[in-house]
T-cell receptor, first 116, second 113 residues
Framework: NAGVTQTPKFQVLKTGQSMTLQCAQDMNHNSMYWYRQDPGMGLRLIYYSASEGTTDKGEVPNGYNVSRLNKREFSLRLESAAPSQTSVYFC??????WGQGDTEAFFGQGTRLTVV | GDSVTQMEGPVTLSEEAFLTINCTYTATGYPSLFWYVQYPGEGLQLLLKATKADDKGSNKGFEATYRKETTSFHLEKGSVQVSDSAVYFCALIGMDSSYKLIFGSGTRLLVRP
């Protein structure tokens, strides 16, 4: 029962470097999400994919891009990392998009990213 | 727009003490309300939920009641254990946020033996 798997778990980048955070779910969920978690600010939605083939911006999309590679996988890319992107990143999935009545999200264990 | 406000932590309690973590929300209409829990080194897990006014969500000895009149969804547990030490997030899904899951800032709970 893997659920939502994120890789890597830890990463240190230099300012200006790029990287891709990977996320895969094995629950046959239609919707997937990327959040960042910062101290005192809770979790903020970066991007989401309500269904395979669609992606939309969340609350804090600047500096990020996403790809819904297939139904299982949803990646987050930082093209030119900045210190302000130091955070813990969580991927989540749900059976249907929340606006369609499904209300439970399943989260990965997170990726701790430091940009120096 | 939709928002969630939680009491600041950390909350430190002795084992078997009574727990209350306050949560209030701002939203139009009747959002769905949730408590998620994050244990050290892990992702978030749904703890309980309530989808309409006066509903009570409960799980693992935790309870929260959806109070429309006070726009609140406070989390309670009668007797906490050391294993309850975690960060607790109140959250909602509402139409003002286009039905996206919006989180509060989280409250860290430390339970001492």
């Amino acid at each position: 029962n893997a659920g939502v798997t994120q890789t890597p778990k830890f990463q240190v980048l230099k300012t200006g470097q790029s990287m891709t955070l990977q996320c895969a779910q094995d629950m046959n969920h239609n919707s997937m999400y990327w959040y960042r978690q910062d101290p005192g600010m809770g979790l903020r939605l970066i991007y989401y994919s309500a269904s395979e083939g669609t992606t939309d911006k969340g609350e804090v999309p600047n500096g990020y891009n996403v790809s819904r590679l297939n139904k299982r996988e949803f990646s987050l890319r930082l093209e030119s990392a900045a210190p302000s992107q130091t955070s813990v990143y969580f991927c989540a999935s749900s059976h249907q998009f929340w606006g369609q009545g499904d209300t439970e999200a399943f989260f990965g264990q997170g990726t701790r990213l430091t940009v120096v | 727009g939709d928002s969630v406000t939680q009491m600041e932590g950390p909350v430190t309690l002795s084992e078997e003490a009574f727990l209350t973590i306050n949560c209030t929300y701002t939203a139009t209409g009747y959002p769905s309300l949730f408590w998620y829990v994050q244990y050290p080194g892990e992702g978030l897990q749904l703890l309980l939920k309530a989808t309409k006014a006066d509903d009570k969500g409960s799980n693992k000895g935790f309870e929260a009641t959806y109070r429309k009149e006070t726009t609140s969804f406070h989390l309670e547990k009668g007797s906490v254990q050391v294993s309850d030490s975690a960060v607790y997030f109140c959250a909602l899904i509402g139409m003002d946020s286009s039905y996206k899951l919006i989180f509060g800032s989280g409250t860290r709970l430390l339970v001492r033996p």
